[in-house]
């Protein structure tokens, strides 16, 4: 008689290895007890009230009041600027949960993203304070903010991805310890503890719709916000249970002293009842309504029938019901609001706030307080650093491609060119699969570039407006986990393509060249993270970067000599990194060597008669730079143009005697590389985010139609916020955006 919950195939939770909870280890015996199984969970059921009250009382009780006067915030368009939103005004105190509602358009993400300070497109005027003072740099770290999308990184756990929020958003005053124990807290309170190391996943293969919202507050909690949490429609795609369920818990985050802001969409009549506040807007950010809703709603529903609008009728949801009075055109409900004498006491109220609070002293104990990050650079470097490794280490496929491409091409390449002799086209053959070797570097970045873009979208879209770390630390963190992997992969290489070629040389030559073939892959790497800084997605940056090799692979000095080359090309071969990385290693496998030629490479003609090959030839050797391979020979001399590896390497421009020179300057070029992408990255992505952010939009949106027609998968991932809820999202690439 007893059904127990079984997962759909649709929502297979992923474990790590080593780490499948205990009650799916002995799933089998639970089902064959079924009877022992039914009384255990209603004996847990009993007391789950119990511990869910002890659990939320981890939150930390909140003082500070949010206040907000006369806020209006427009964009720039073509006849002019159109305002969003419409000189909102209001508060939120702690301990209350104040829902943010409006009909189609109304702008109630916008005004949340307002709050929160989380919009860098057009300009917003009006008072934001908290306990009656202005807001400081580190007002975006003391907030939550559960966006509307859950975006997290898919190969992290659950208890990981609350583990890192919890590492770089609490102070550094904190221990470590306490941080993961909160962390704990917070998975109790939420109920994960039976899929707190569940990997993210995707949707399908791991976590589901509710779960993934859960961790998504979970990670805000997480940071344990000292002043308020904001919601974005927190539940939108879950079923009435899920909802019901996310609904009552910000309840009681509010009874326990949370500040909670939170925008929803038409709630049934019992969610609604959940709320203690409500700030009700229209199209055009106007406000209809802003105060309590009282209970059975009637507070708000007193008010508009007291000005004109129809009796709710008691079986009538008091959401709907204001959703279809506010459209009603005949009544103009903003300039009802602003006559009306609710308004005014809204403005009274926030006068009292802003007197009684602003002369209040505040001490924190946390020396960084004031600081824009929690935790220092450092810790922040640290924290990133061994996530982003976490993240390629789990991705096997990205691992073992990259070093499958080096095996396979160093093995293709060496038995192409197996044991090359020492005659010229032995020499050409050598250089020719150098030249081969660096054709990689296209499949190379190309590889890189994905994963970057999947890293930039959580840290542009979350956590980089959260203050969670630095953009230099993400930048920098994702440079510098790619190194051990190239590394390996030019050690692969070297093996593979250099013993079938040249055979064992002496141990200078051998270090010198499996030097220049990991330089070689390490400038890859922070190639392929110059070009994607900037760019909005990889197809873009990949199609420019086969552009810019093909023109260095072009200029390096094997396909065409540097002496060959029209005067105005001359510049490219002397700015190709490639023509130092494979004169380098040219010059290190090549110098010494004598040079035997073949039959058909050899100039054959007879002496004079009574003369021997090496005398008929004597005053021509002494300033050739040849030699002659059979001086005693009175017929059929054999005569060889080149006489070392040298003088091969000397015509096409390259010289042993420069082979550090050639590796410190291909160090320049990484060095460059990192520059420019830390450079390209403030520029268009950091700096532009602050004072213009369509400006990158636009370069991108250039370039991008060179190569291709399609949207940008970053964007795609990002989600766009609905231009329905009045968000300017869409309009950012069609406008060109004025500073705030």
């Not at 009306?340 to 006491?345: G, H």
């Not at 073939?517 to 420019?544: C, R």
């Not at 692979?553 to 540097?562: A, E, K, R, S």
């Not at 990194?577 to 040079?595: D, F, K």
Request: glycine share 8%.
């Amino acid at each position: 008689e007893l059904n127990s919950s079984t997962t759909s195939s649709a929502e297979v939770l992923v474990f790590r290895r080593g780490h499948v909870p205990a009650y799916l280890q002995n799933l089998d015996k639970k089902q064959a007890n079924d009877e022992e199984v039914g009384s255990g969970e209603k004996g847990a059921d009993a007391e789950s009230g119990e511990n869910d009250e002890q659990d939320v009382n981890i939150i930390p009780k909140q003082k500070d009041v949010f206040t907000f006067r006369d806020v209006t915030y427009n964009i720039p368009v073509k006849d002019g600027r159109r305002n969003l939103l419409d000189n909102v005004s209001g508060w939120v105190k702690p301990g209350t949960l104040t829902a943010l509602m409006g009909t189609s358009g109304a702008g109630k993400t916008t005004l949340l993203d307002v709050l929160a300070q989380r919009v860098s497109l057009g300009v917003v005027t009006g008072d934001m304070f908290v306990n009656g003072k202005p807001l400081d740099s580190s007002f975006q770290r003391k907030t939550g903010y559960v966006q509307q999308q859950d975006l997290h990184l898919e190969t992290a756990t659950v208890r990981e991805s609350l583990r890192f929020s919890a590492l770089l958003r609490q102070p550094k005053s904190v221990s470590t310890k306490e941080k993961y124990d909160y962390v704990e807290d917070v998975i109790k309170m939420l109920n994960m503890e039976d899929f707190a190391e569940a990997i993210v996943g995707v949707p399908g293969e791991g976590l589901n719709v509710e779960q993934r919202k859960l961790l998504t507050i979970g990670v805000e909690l997480a940071a344990k916000p000292k002043l308020l949490l904001f919601l974005d429609e927190p539940t939108s795609g879950l079923d009435s249970q899920s909802a019901w369920a996310i609904c009552a818990f910000l309840r009681k985050l509010a009874e326990h002293g949370q500040a909670v802001l939170c925008t929803i969409h038409q709630p049934s009549a019992i969610l609604f009842q959940q709320f203690d506040r409500l700030l009700f807007l229209r199209k055009g950010g106007q406000t209809v309504y802003f105060g309590d809703i009282g209970e059975n709603s009637r507070a708000l529903l007193d008010y508009f029938e007291a000005n004109g609008a129809r009796k709710c009728d008691d079986a009538e949801n008091p959401a709907e019901y204001m959703l279809e009075v506010a459209g009603d055109k005949e009544k103009d409900w903003f300039d009802i609001w602003q006559n009306s004498e609710q308004a005014k006491e809204v403005q009274t109220e926030l006068d009292r706030i802003h007197n009684e609070m602003q002369d209040v002293e505040i001490h924190d104990d946390d020396p960084s307080a004031m600081n824009e990050f929690a935790m220092p650079f450092g810790a922040q470097l640290q924290a990133v650093t061994i996530r982003v490794f976490q993240q390629y280490w789990r991705i096997p496929s990205y691992i073992l491609a990259k070093f499958a491409l080096g095996i396979a091409s160093g093995l293709f390449i060496g038995f192409s060119f197996y044991n090359a002799d020492n005659s010229q086209q032995g020499m050409q053959n050598v250089l020719f699969s150098i030249f081969m070797v660096s054709t990689i570097f296209t499949t190379l970045i190309q590889q890189i570039m994905p994963l970057f873009v999947t890293q930039r979208s959580l840290y542009e879209v979350r956590e980089r407006p959260s203050k969670a770390y630095s953009w230099k630390a993400f930048l920098i963190a994702n440079i510098v986990v790619e190194i051990p992997y190239q590394i390996f992969t030019g050690i692969l290489v070297f093996a593979c393509f250099y013993y079938p070629v040249v055979g064992i040389q002496g141990s200078e030559r051998q270090g010198l060249v499996l030097l220049f073939s990991i330089e070689f892959f390490i400038y890859a790497s922070t190639f392929a993270h110059f070009l994607i800084a900037a760019m909005p997605d990889a197809q873009t940056a990949g199609g420019i970067a086969t552009t810019l090799f093909a023109m260095t692979l072009i200029f390096n000095g094997v396909m065409q000599p540097p002496d060959a080359l029209p005067g105005f090309w001359i510049f490219m071969y002397r700015v190709s990194p490639l023509t130092y990385w494979v004169g380098g290693i040219a010059s290190s496998m090549l110098s010494g060597r004598p040079i035997e030629c073949s039959q058909a490479e050899a100039s054959i003609f007879d002496p004079p008669q009574g003369q021997t090959c090496g005398e008929y030839l004597q005053s021509y050797l002494q300033q050739a730079p040849g030699t002659l391979s059979n001086p005693d020979a009175t017929s059929n001399c054999s005569y060889c143009a080149l006489s070392g590896a040298d003088q091969f390497l000397s015509s096409v421009g390259m010289s042993y005697s420069d082979r550090w020179r050639d590796f410190g300057l291909l160090w320049v070029y990484i060095g460059f590389n990192v520059m420019a992408a830390v450079f390209l990255y403030y520029f268009f992505r950091v700096r532009s985010s602050k004072a213009s952010s369509g400006g990158m939009k636009k370069v991108g949106g250039a370039v991008k139609g060179l190569f291709r027609r399609q949207p940008p998968a970053e964007k795609q991932k990002a989600g766009e916020q609905k231009t329905a809820d009045g968000n300017p999202g869409q309009q950012e690439e069609k406008q060109n955006p004025s500073a705030i």
